[in-house]
């Protein structure tokens, strides 16, 4: 089963934290004495990350950190492309989104399947935060049509960049970057080809990659693979050209000086100088003389000459168009090795551009490229990257000076046809070679040499070790070297062929060994109950003695679970095998998949000359069950056919390959088959989804999905309600205990939407769930014509005053049409104003026309094929009246009525409703009735209120949801009423609930104020019938260390890992982090159409360490990782805020200063930093009586895990103006374990004072004290 993993940063061997396409780079542990001023926080106290991507559809997809490894999502659609919905796919920790209108070319091979990756986006840093463009590749490939040639070069007119295009020949291809705000037009001219013939699709439709970006993935090494012992034979390397594609080399070091015989940059940094040390390193480890170590450390073929390709930037990172040109330049300049410690993390079978562009070059060249495995084998199998898993690259893992297998080396087998990768392995732990001059890369051993681990570092051994053998034989080709090197490799017992390949790599043995063999086939994949194969693998043996050798050959294959290959399903053809002096044999390999029985099997065949000696060929046989055409038929709701926006397959063998449209081949199993397609209907869409959750395919079978047979979901709830924003429902099925998650959102903007499902047998193999989830409120605007039958569907006008909520008893009389509107007062005084409206407007002028004659309300009927429905919002300009939108349809009815009847329309609802339903409807099997009935059974009412934080009437709310399988929640902010308290009814049982409440509604509803703008609390789950409460934003709001608060405050050894969020209101578990200036306003970036305002531009705050009364450290918060002298001293934290806008009135300054004595811990130590509570009587304006006198309660404590404090004293200050006079000291109360009750009274001279500012000082016994003040902590009232 594939491993969680992020599956697209290019990186290369040499493990490393960071952006780009490093050079394969190493782990890089501290240097001894090195301060780590600001090192990363720890595990679970990193802070709170919001990063939005830009698809190449133009869609932006936002993702929040949540608390225990949960996450949160959001997508805005592009302009334009309202009849689009997503498909959210969560497997192995990876987050895909597609768009319903991307799906196809997906599926038929035109577009990378991660151009959709948003957690691979992200991590590669293409999110909004670090680039304002998408990188992507673009070819016409072979067979395709006139008209995708010509798109690829209107597509490159795209191209954002002062230079043309990078064309890449080997791979036929351009590189273009497209800017955020020409992605939507981008992907339009390129979907243009889309056509109901797949044939036609493909021909028509240029493959689009996206340009991943690449990373970067020795004085006893260089004994351990036994180079010496080709050394003392005079092969050094000479003569041959080793090309280094990396971040550059320092060519004035002692090891490279006179060394390079050519260098170019492709990294656009304008030169060929390593200024991050990883080119240089790899450099010298494949080719460097040791000068500056007296030989020491010289590098594996030390007379080699160098050709030095700067791929990579001065970051560390680059991209794949970058590399290709790099190595198209390499073979030009004539090198033999080609060595590449750098990588794009990804899943891919080798036919991705880099993969692509080896293999080619390599064909084309007789060149060999020998490329790191990767880093990412702590994530277990599958994890070797590109360029790693092309066919002709010589993959190299990484072991240690004992040969055992890294931590840290990538593993095979490769991702889909699971072939063996890596090809071979080299010492990649603690390499010593150069160092960069002015470079900081590993730990540095002096000057001149840094000591770094990585497949990066064991990359160059093989490519020094390919030169010197190349020295040998200047006739090989890279297959020879690379099949020589590969047979010849020392196998370590321990180590399967998916880590280790053929084995260490070993000069000696290369050089000495009588025979080489073909170094790694693979065969299959054979049907299980196919017939016997007998040429099913071509071993090729080649004598290099000048005797007549025999061979005695021997495979020992077994699958990963140990099941060996039975003798009698291999065949290695005549034993023993006879080779005369320089003479080639192919020996076939046969096999009879039915006595080998379904498996991946790995091993070796290995050949053993008459006096002993061995050569081995890495073996993989793959047998699997019989493949099945699997056709799809399909009925839309009216019997015809109809194409799917989207179909899934899906089994344990995520393998599934669409030949055409609806017609997919499958291996034999078990699958979860549906389709999706959303419909135009009325005033909105219908949203349909069929599935047949288990389908056995032990045949060709054809599937039938109906779409007469979905019906529509309703949810039933005790009061009545209405959905509000997004839809989204999403299907779990496990088979074969492998997982897959796929949800599906559709972003409200084009119409309401209905969800229909069919209903679906339980399934008996697996686990299947179908979940959906609602948000309900009270109706905002009904409508009743008195005594007639008429039943409108209204809907408010997006900035419509809103109607009283008690109702409104209105008649309605004609007003016309906007062309010729009528709006006298003697028409519409008093009266419900009916006004045909011919350019569907936002409503806001007929309602002043309206308001002006006297009108209580305005009804606008639409014309033929506008959608009544829009979403009314709290922000931006409200209209003079109440405006009302009836579709075309529903006016045609009420003004006919009215043509014949006096018309008196009854008007109910609200905007604030005083009830919300937070649900997830779960069925494990969709019922024949798919109603969901909410109940007190199923549901936990919490009461909630919202303080009003400003100058708004709303804010903006989500209780992100979580089912257990699930790790991201998928959602949107949605406005809520603040100066009230609602009964929120949220599901029970072993859903996970977060809310999260911002201070400010947001300018848009597509573009809410993001997750780090707001209150949180940790996830939790309800009992049924269980009864909550929850109160947002209560004062006073200031910094503390909340209770239940996982991220303690703790010392360790002498490190100071704080976490302390700068806001926290008065109940227990309720924080939000700053919101940093860097972020911008929340318009920032927004797309076309979306407003800016309101904006706001982020915190003020600032942290001071000082430590016996020395400042030692400045920080932006005191939430990190602060290095302290060793020793007991006397310490003093000081952390100060500042939120200044005009929704944010309470605790708009703090100032808080900690003082406590910490010593060298020899493990975490908590520290000692007192937390002041207060719990203040005030109403939801956060405004407490206006009386002569108040009390005010407080509580003293530690953070969680320490015993409470003792011998607390209390001192309160007072403030009526903002802080510039004192009242002095408050008259305290002490009550009792740590809880004290202050009495403020007002001063005279500020009766019309608006707020009160405290100021806080606390003490212990043990001598620690926080004082800390609150600037307009809360309101007084008159």
Known sequence: MPRNRLRAAIAAGLMLVGGGVPAMASAQPTAPGQKAVRATAPTGTSEVSTATVRLITGDRVTVSDAPHGKKTASVQRAPGRDGVFFRITEKDGALTVMPSDAAML????????????????????????????????????????RAAVNRVDALAEFHDDSAEPLRLPSIDAQALRVADQDLAAFWKRLASAADASLKKTLSATPKIWLDHKVRPTLDRSTSQINAPAAWA????????????????????????????????????????????????????????????SDGVHRGVAPEADLLIGKVLGDGGSGSESQVIAGMEWAVAQ?????????????????????????????????????????????????????????????????????????????????????????????????????????????????????????????????????ALLAGQHPDWTGDQLKDALVSTSRTVSGQVPTEQGGGRVDVKAAFSAPVTATGTIAMGPFDRDGSPVERAGVIR?????????????????????????????????????????????????????????????????????????????????????????????????????????????????????????????????????????????????????????????????????????AKLMRVRTPKPAERRNNLTYQMYRKIDGVPLTVATSYVEGYGSVDLYVNPTPKVTEGEFEFNSRWEMTAPEVRTDVRGSDIDLQPHYAKRSTPFDPKGERLTAVDAGTTENP??????????????????????????????????????????????????????????????????????????????????????????????????????????????????????????????????????????????????????????APTGMTRTEYVTSGDTEWMHYVNF?????????????????????????????????????????????????????????????????DAVAGHWARKIARSAGGIGRAAAPGISEEPSYEGDTVAAVLYRDGKKVQEADSAWGSFRMPAGKADYRLDLTTERETEYWETGIKTATSWTFRSDTAAEETLLPLLQVDYDVAADLRNRIDGGKRHDLDLTVRHQDGLAAPTGVKVKVEASFDDGQTWTGQVRVKDRGHNRFTATVERPDGHRHAEFVTLRVTASDKAGNTVTQTVERAYRLGK
């Open 334 to 466: 004539g090198a033999k090795v080609v060595n590449m410690s750098l990588g794009a993390d990804m899943e891919t079978d080798g036919t991705d551009p880099m993969s692509q562009a080896v293999n080619e070059i390599s064909r084309s060249s007789g060149s060999l490229f020998v490329v790191a495995a990767g880093n990412t084998g702590g994530r277990g199998e599958m994890t070797v990257g590109s360029p790693g898993a092309a066919d002709a690259a010589l993959t190299v893992g990484a072991v240690d000076r004992d040969d055992s297998l890294a931590a840290f080396s990538s593993r095979g087998p490769r991702f889909g046809d699971k072939a063996i990768k890596p090809d071979i392995t080299a010492p990649g732990v603690g390499i010593v070679a150069a160092r960069a001059a002015g470079t900081t890369m590993g730990v540095p051993v002096d000057d001149h040499y840094v000591a770094a681990d990585g497949t990066s570092m064991a990359t160059p051994h093989v490519a020094g070790a390919a």
């Open 1000 to 1064: 400010i509604a947001g300018p848009d509803l597509y573009q809410p104020a993001p997750m780090v703008w707001g209150l949180r609390d940790a996830p939790r789950t309800f009992r049924a019938g269980e009864k909550a409460e929850e109160a947002w934003y209560k004062a006073v709001l200031r910094p503390s260390i909340p209770r239940g608060w996982g991220r303690p405050a703790v010392r360790d050894g002498d490190i100071l890992r704080l976490a302390i969020p700068e806001y926290t």
């Open 541 to 709: 043996y080649t004598n290099q003695s000048d005797d007549q050798v025999s061979l005695s050959l021997r495979a020992a294959l077994a699958t990963k679970g140990g099941r060996a290959l039975p003798a009698q399903a291999i065949e290695l053809g005549p034993d023993p095998v006879r080779i005369a002096p320089g003479a080639t044999v192919e020996i076939p390999v046969g096999i009879n998949p039915v006595k080998a029985g379904g498996g991946t099997y790995y091993g070796y065949v290995t050949a053993t000359t008459a006096n002993g000696v061995p050569v081995h060929t890495t073996v993989s046989l793959r047998v699997r069950a019989p493949m099945h055409k699997l056709t799809i038929e399909s009925h839309g709701p009216t019997g015809g056919p109809m194409a799917w926006n989207i179909l899934d397959v899906f089994g344990a063998d995520t393998d599934v390959r669409f030949t055409d449209w609806g017609v997919a081949e499958v291996e034999e199993g078990t699958y979860l088959v549906g389709g999706t397609r959303l419909i135009d209907s009325g005033d909105g869409v219908r949203l349909i989804q069929v599935i047949e959750p288990e389908v056995s395919v032990t045949e060709d079978t054809t599937v039938t999905l109906d779409a007469r047979e």
């Open 106 to 145: 997906v599926r038929a091979g035109r577009l990378d399947a991660d151009l959709f990756d948003v957690t691979s986006l992200i991590a590669q840093g293409y999110d909004e935060a670090h680039t304002d463009a998408l990188p992507v590749i673009v070819s016409a490939p072979d067979g395709s049509a």
């Open 822 to 975: 009528d709006l006298r007062p003697s028409t519409v005084r008093g009266k419900l104003a009916v006004i045909r409206d011919g350019f569907a407007t936002d409503g806001l002028e007929l309602a002043e026309q309206a308001a002006r004659a006297g009108a209580k309300g305005l009804v606008t009927v639409l014309p033929e094929g506008f959608m009544a429905w829009t979403r009314w919002k709290p922000t931006e300009t409200r209209t003079a009246v109440p405006v009302v939108r009836l579709s075309a349809a529903d006016g045609a009815e009420l003004l006919q009525y009215m043509n014949k009847h006096r018309a008196v329309v009854d008007i109910s609802g609200t905007v604030r409703s005083p009830y919300l339903y937070d649900i997830t409807a779960n069925w494990q099997q969709i019922p024949q009735d798919v109603t969901y009935t909410v109940t007190d059974r199923n549901t936990a009412p919490v009461k909630a209120s919202y303080a009003d934080t400003g100058a708004l009437d709303w804010t903006s709310e989500q209780r992100f949801s979580w089912r257990p399988y699930q790790e991201y929640s998928w959602e949107t902010t949605r406005w």
């Open 233 to 292: 034979a005079g092969h050094l390397g000479k003569g041959v050209k080793v090309a280094v594609l990396d971040t550059g080399a320092d060519q004035n070091h002692p090891d490279l000086a006179g060394r390079v015989s050519e260098a170019k940059d492709f990294s656009g940094s304008g030169s060929t100088e390593d200024r991050f040390g990883h080119g240089t390193h790899v450099a010298a480890t494949a080719a460097g003389s040791g000068a500056a």
